[in-house]
């Protein structure tokens, strides 16, 4: 499936912010940060290298010029939230021992976990910095929202640490989870636009639901990706999630329903030290047939229904409707 | 030396409120949190421990009332900046490897590296979020001052990892590096008050500059503690600093001058491998004797007397002052 062009477009206008911004951080902090974001080797020459998809800038800019807004007046809101998304990227790697990330050493695997943290929390402050240089009534509006957004995806993360010693936990657990890990900053990026652009409350908060249900279609396609993904494709290896022993949606479904399969799923997921291949294949093939995937990918279908809906209600330009609805089935069919 | 009266009576107002605070992280990440201020045993049970001196806070409600504002005013910003402090003490302890704290294990060997880790991430956003959690001009103020002054800390930390790698660190290099680590959150502290309470720009500067000069000086003596401190009192191991190899001002006062001292310290440093006991103390009474000890010390004295110089032209009030000056003293003569 092609990258959507609003994608495309609202790239080209805010990678070079988002370059300029994180030049603001000391000799000290640049080298980590750069090759994270893929513009520079472990070395620190320039590299072409695959970005990312800036999906949360995208949805940023649209959220701007869906009440009517210019482009640029989102630029401090997209730049703010790629930076939040991407420390805690460098942070989760750190957390979940993830070597790779997007085809290429994840950050403390280049550098070192130190240098890694502390780029981390440089990012993460200067995200606020980005927002707050300005004191306008919009802009302070946008950091509040960016505080909290923040902090429940970080309390998603700690939630979903939490998962990993608890034997079992049921669909709903995790889909609160996935909400606040998830869904608090893909709604956030689908509404700072509108909130910089000093849209009416009533609007900035369907294009936030819009974005929060858009986020839960968002973790159900990666869950399943993080089984069944194609290695070449993610970048990630085979079963990763399994290997992890992450208690993602597929895993939550069949482990909380009173089945054999949940007791054998159970069974490998007790099992001390690293799994093998088979039993990471064995896991895969338990989950699929005890219907898991299937679920997985109804759960994102319906919250991508629901999506559309909320946008649908939004009282939004009608030519912004049509890029994020495509931007929106796009997440939901993406291979990695 | 006894604690000064106003950092005892500050402590009795901003401590509950710290607590409360902090009651308002999830249940995935509190418990680190409550170890690691001191609250909780690391089985979660309530504790009477030495909970740390509060001098942040101190300062801050203390700039409040230099301007003749009310001390609760001071609240949101003495509780954001100890939560700043506090983060970065967390993720420091992970850098630096350092296994206690306050004569306890540290948060990441009390718990884990990852628990440490998000906790200190959410430490570092609760802070801001305490700040705008109302928007009025005052509290916008203290929040853009915060994020500037953490931006610089975390500077000053990835500054400090730096020289790690570094042969030799001259004295001026070291002391940008620390007014960056220390003494920007410490001029943060001395002034929020007065930013809260709606004081003029120049004496909210005055106050500033106080608070970082004193932060030179606290530094100073944290670097001599560092290496001569009594493990007893300070908490920490013998030569600890040189255990590191950090490039602490009586390292880089004897490493960058022309010496044999300098050769054999130089010497003991690029030693692969820990440190033995004996290295350690051979370090020590090689920079003893360059003067290492002496010139930090007096370098205290010099940024405390300046410190006080530029309180005593601050338009504040005199019963102030001296509770002011009565701390500054006390965090120059500490032995922990």
Redesign the interface.
Known sequence: MESPQALNRVMKLIEPELINSVKK??D??LPVIEYHFGWKTIKGFKTPKDAGKRLRPALAVLSSEAVGGRSETAIPGAVAVEMIHNFSLI?DD??DGDKERRHRPSAWTAFT???A??????L???A??VL?EE?T?ER??A??RL??A??TM??G???D??FDDLPTVSFEECLKMEAAKTGALLGYASSVGAVLSGANEDTCSSLEVFGYELGLAYQAVDDVLGIWGDPKVTGKPVGNDLRERKKSMPVSIVLSANSSEAEKLSDIFNITGELSEEEVSYASSLIENAGGREATLEEADKHLKRATEFLNNADIRKETFYELEEIAKFVVNRDS
Chains 1, 2 share one sequence.
Do not use: K
């Open positions: 951080l000391s000290d902090l942070h750190i957390i976990v130190e240098d943290l502390i780029a981390g929390d440089a993460h402050t200067l606020f910095q707050l004191d009534p302070v509006q950091a509040r505080v909290d923040t902090m970080i309390s993360q700690a939630s640490m939490t």
